[in-house]
């Protein structure tokens, strides 16, 4: 019969137990043989009867016993083979890759957030094309922090989709596609008298006109300034608003011009009766993308909310101003 005693010291502490020690075991119990269990786990003879005496140390009983040309399992190790064999499924069900999402049966709420020119160029979309996927998703909406704030670290936020400044450096970013600015005015306004007559002299219309600036920081400079002072032109911000809506509905009222995405340009402002005209010097793209925190990246739901994003981004005409 074989010895199983073994000092003390033989015996590894539990937490420094090898839980692969669970794996050879099972191969051992079903293959009745080291060689067997060998060629199941691709692993060289000596390799597994070396792991064979480690099991014999911590389990303190010989597991299998030599029967003429054979190995037989004892009492102890057929007592344990159900109770190994449901714990290594168990392991390999934790350990394996997540099955992708069932949009039917997700029940699930997900905050995201973007400015309200992007959600009316967007949103309407994306909520329709979840809402047929997945009924149980509530998608719930928060517009900009005047103020950055960690809201994807901290996991107030799911996704956040727009112009993204400076995210902390672990976010996950995915580029959407770029926007530019168009000019939004009033039926009548005098600034569209100089459309058509050339971009000198849009420009100096564009300059000569009040304007309505929109950030959440309430900047009244941006690079369009920059290119009117490379013609000798200098405009002026009579105002700054936190929304575009808000200023597209103080466009409809007064002689300001705003500045607004153009994807964006072909909702809400033909809705008021506004008109639009091409920014008469040239301004650097927006860059819009959605960002994301690493906890999320590999969770089934959010992934497929992400390629729902990218889908009806792709699929939407000029969603938020692609030139």
């Known amino acids: 019969m074989t010895s199983v005693a073994h000092s003390s010291a033989d015996v590894p502490h539990p937490g420094s137990l090898d839980l692969n020690l669970l794996v050879t075991l099972d191969a051992l119990l079903e293959e009745g043989s080291v060689t067997g269990a060998a060629e199941r786990l691709r692993l060289s003879a000596p390799a597994v009867s070396r792991t064979l ?3 014999r140390a911590v389990l303190g009983d010989a597991v299998l016993v030599r029967a003429g040309r054979n190995l037989v399992p004892t009492p102890y190790a057929l007592e344990l083979r159900p109770r190994v064999r ?9 350990l394996a890759p997540q099955p992708a999402a069932d949009p039917a049966e997700l029940t699930r709420r997900f905050t995201l957030q973007a400015n ?3 959600l009316t160029a967007f949103a309407a979309q994306l909520i329709g094309t979840v809402s047929r996927q997945a009924p149980g998703v509530v998608l719930r909406f928060l517009p900009e922090a005047s103020e950055e ?5 901290d996991g107030r936020l799911d996704l956040e989709i727009g112009v993204l400044a400076r995210p902390e450096p672990e976010i996950l970013v995915e580029p959407l596609g770029g926007t530019r600015l168009v000019g939004v005015v009033r039926p009548g306004h005098p600034v569209l008298e100089a459309v058509g007559q050339g971009k000198r002299a849009l420009a100096r219309a564009f300059a000569a006109a009040d304007h309505i600036g929109v950030s959440r920081k309430g900047r009244v400079h941006g690079p369009v300034d920059e290119r009117l002072a490379e013609l000798g ?14 200023a597209l509905f103080l466009c409809r009222e007064t002689d300001l011009v705003c500045l607004t995405p153009v994807g964006a ?9 506004l008109c639009t005209f091409e920014v008469p010097v040239p301004l650097p793209p927006l860059d819009i993308g959605m960002a994301w925190h690493p906890r999320d990246d590999a969770d089934p739901a959010h992934r ?3 390629d729902r994003v990218r889908e009806v981004w792709r699929s939407a005409p000029d ?3 692609r030139p």
């Open 53 to 55: 005496g480690r099991i």
């Open 86 to 94: 449901v714990l290594v499924e168990q392991a390999r069900a934790v």
């Open 116 to 118: 309200e020119m992007i």
């Open 149 to 153: 704030t960690p809201a994807l670290r």
């Open 233 to 246: 032109l200098r405009r002026r911000v009579v105002a700054t608003l936190p929304s575009y809506t808000a």
């Open 265 to 273: 340009a072909e909702h809400c402002p033909a809705a008021l009766g």
């Open 304 to 306: 497929w909310l992400r």
């Open 319 to 321: 969603p938020a101003g």
